[in-house]
DNA sequence: CGTGTGATTGACGCCTGTCAACGTCTGTGG
DNA sequence: CCACAGACGTTGACAGGCGTCAATCACACG
């Protein structure tokens, strides 16, 4: 089945983008590139939803997905962002669980999705696919780790002073500086775990402080030793 | 080397408590057995230190561990607990960065270390024992991701509900009904992630409303059902 | 008996969530 | 072309949860 314009070839994600996939051998990514079905979505459009039980996994060729939780009162709390080259839904197959996660386009995506019995065989035979795996989720979980501290002992305001900081190192800026990736007050917020508002009220401080520069969803990082320091305050 | 009255088998471990070994040939589990080093640590003991370079793992035989970052301030956060059959400081070794958690004894302790290279070794040459490592750490990944939402999204209240909850759970209580694992009111303070005189108060609260008996660090959970009406309180 | 660690309680204040009102922008349909 | 709805952004008011500081108590241990 596909979905897609056009047809991603998986020697392209795994040579060039240096994922997962580096250490299959020919015939395993031939295998892969023949079985996989490919999808072109729309930012808005969601992959797969919390709760749902998922027989396989996706690899992202273009675009950026986010991977949320729907916590109290139906909050949302993002766990991260996928971008090209990136594996989702990994963690549901792997486990045999229903999907603890939805994964949400936010902006227009090509991915491709690729059987869990193919996963479960690569993993079976090949170590190095397994080990390159493996080193993968434990880079996840220590973020995780990470964050867990991060949120239950920084403010809020140190919190979205750090995600600012890491949007830019994960998604890079434009010529003239402005993030590329466009979120809503909402989405920052349900990084950073606060409501809304504090979002805006923050974000209008640190421009008051002119540490960053705002234009709607446009944000450009003027001084980022000053909210490296906020970061750290405490 | 040995540091330990007595050497575990690792045949029980693999055999009798389900760990992630049980996937192992007899001729690799015994590598195993005759490769381990062996330790016997008291409470308050620790195991390895935020930063440093660990090149293997340890597997726990008896005890308790807690696994924790130092935050802000050199506040700590309790990430997780290790018992009996089940492996710490892998991540490390995976991805090849220096520890990113300290490890220490919270409940006497016998546990084995195992070189980084026989684990890889073990990665790279049978599949069923990397499916189930992977196993294990995408659940470990899961249970993180939603401690992410709750720390993020939960109070206080609500959040120490659950970890009481929690520790029933996983380490189950005496005949008279107490909480078998033993922690400091900063422990408690340092797992939901808040002031330990928050926890004191809010343990007092609960005595109160007789949903939990106090005696020292001696936990009795008295009404279950309420106190999981407080988690899901909003 | 002095010392140290952990537990408790009270006072105080600020960060932050909630509620409400309003402005802005975009797309849609008449 | 305009009206309208709906999503998103902004600002202000307000209360309360929770962190911090400080003093005191309890208990174990050398």
Do not use: W
Not at 53 to 67: Q, V
Not at 82 to 95: P, T
């Amino acid at each position: 089945m596909n979905n897609s314009s056009y047809i991603p070839d998986c020697n392209d994600c795994s040579l060039l983008y240096h994922s997962v996939f580096k250490h299959l051998k020919k015939e395993e990514l031939d295998r892969v590139n023949y079985e996989k079905e490919c999808y072109s979505y729309k930012r808005g459009k969601i992959i797969y939803n919390e709760g749902s039980r998922i027989n396989g996994f996706y690899c992202i060729n273009k675009g950026i997905i986010k991977i949320y939780k729907t916590g109290v009162d139906g909050k949302g709390q993002i766990i991260r962002f996928a971008k090209r080259g990136e594996i989702i839904a990994y963690r549901s197959v792997l486990s045999n669980e229903v999907a603890c996660t939805s994964a949400k386009v936010i902006e227009d995506a090509v991915f491709c999705f690729i059987s869990g019995e193919t996963l479960v065989s690569l993993i079976k035979n090949n170590g190095d696919f397994s080990l390159e795996l493996i080193k993968l989720i434990c880079l996840e979980l220590g973020e995780a780790n990470s964050y867990i501290t991060d949120i239950a002992q920084k403010t809020v305001r140190a919190r979205l002073a750090e995600i600012l900081i890491h949007l830019k190192n994960e998604f890079g800026v434009n010529d003239d500086g402005v993030l590329k990736i466009s979120l809503t007050r909402q989405e920052l917020a349900n990084i950073v775990g606060t409501a809304t508002e504090s979002v805006i009220r923050l974000l209008s401080e640190f421009k008051t402080d002119s540490l960053i520069e705002l234009n709607g969803r446009q944000i450009k990082i003027l001084d980022e030793q000053r909210l490296i320091r906020i970061v750290n305050l405490f």
